[in-house]
């Protein structure tokens, strides 16, 4: 088994990029959508199930499983990808974010932050060095630095003060994960919505030195279009020869537009979440099949998909299932998102190696324009 981490450019279309990133567990294709299994598992479904709609990689998180079952009992069980039956890439984050959620449970200082858990109030202490500890227990192939990440909006100086702490972090966070061969560390860029301060992210993460960089601090509030007018500069401040990551984007409109913008690595819980509440993201838009509207409908969810949902249940069914609170409701419904969203990666990757990116773009917009598509 290889021990190299790297990352080939295979084709590019104006700012958007196709390649490979390796690793010793499999390669990912890029640009790559990462379904969210925050606590070892992707909701309602199987990693087998996970891996057939053309997945190569999943995120895990360090704030949840840190606290439950702690990262010290996932390493005595031999490590996450043992306990959670899947052998491909696992990406960690830093648990920055979840933290920063807490709000009134947490006390940041420059040692780290001081939270108590949600879900039994016990104290603890997430810091740089910590992060770092508990993402090479859980046996991560890609680590995250500990971050902070404020919500935006908010005003310059708190997110200039924000930046340069988790520069300070991004720091200790390179200091502590060390020498690892066949892992990789990110740094995270921040820096809100002002592009000088993405900038001077940038070089202090460039200096530090990183096996790829993530774009951090969007999708928190700022809206689409703000997003998109950082990432239309963003991506370029960070080097060209390493993978570029959005973190916790997104919707599909908010994906291509991230990938044209050349971002090679995104993830959320959008697909999932939505499928267990009913909604269902299609080429023509979004279905909820909460509506009454489906419930004598035949026809599948989406004609063109060959996911099981699609092949073998009508809407009428789904909208039973899910109007029931059947299990299978959320299973089936999640399958098919997930699928959508790689099936649509799928599509990105093709478009930008035949050069013909603009052309996809626009199909896509076009598709979903002329579709029936009902508010999230």
Known sequence: MTTAFSFRIDAT????????????????????????????????????????TGADILLGNTY???????????ARLGGLHRFMNWERPILTDSGGFQVMSLAALRKLSEEGVRFSSHIDGSRHMLSPERSMEIQRLLGSDIVMCFDECPALPAPVEKVAESMRLSM??????????????????????????????????????????????????????????????????????????????????????????????????????????????GQAFTRRGVVNLKNARHQDDPRPLDEHCTCPACRTYSRAYLHHVFRAGEIISSMLLTWHNLHYY????????????AGRLAAFVAEFHGQRAEGDIEPL
């Open 13 to 52: 279309d104006g700012a958007a990029r196709s390649g490979v990133i390796a690793t010793p567990r499999g390669k990912i294709r890029t640009p790559a959508f990462m379904p969210v299994g925050t606590a070892a598992t992707v909701k309602a479904m199987l990693p087998e199930s996970v891996r057939a």
């Open 64 to 74: 949840h499983l840190m606290l439950r079952p702690t990262a010290e009992r996932i």
């Open 168 to 277: 300070r972090w991004a720091q200790r966070s390179r200091d502590a994960f060390g020498d690892r061969p066949g892992h990789a560390l990110f740094g995270i860029q921040q820096g809100g919505v002002t592009r000088e301060l993405r900038a001077e992210s940038a070089e202090a993460l460039k200096a530090i030195g990183f096996d790829g960089y993530a774009v951090g601090g969007l999708a928190v509030g700022e809206g689409q279009e703000a997003m998109f007018s950082v990432l239309d500069y963003a991506p370029g401040m960070l080097p060209q020869d390493k993978p570029r990551y959005l973190m916790g984007v997104g919707k599909p409109d908010d994906i291509v537009g991230a990938v044209s913008r050349g971002i090679d690595m995104m993830d959320c819980v959008l697909p999932s979440r939505s499928g267990r509440t």
């Open 342 to 353: 790689q099936e649509l990666m799928q599509g990105l990757r093709d478009a930008i190696a």
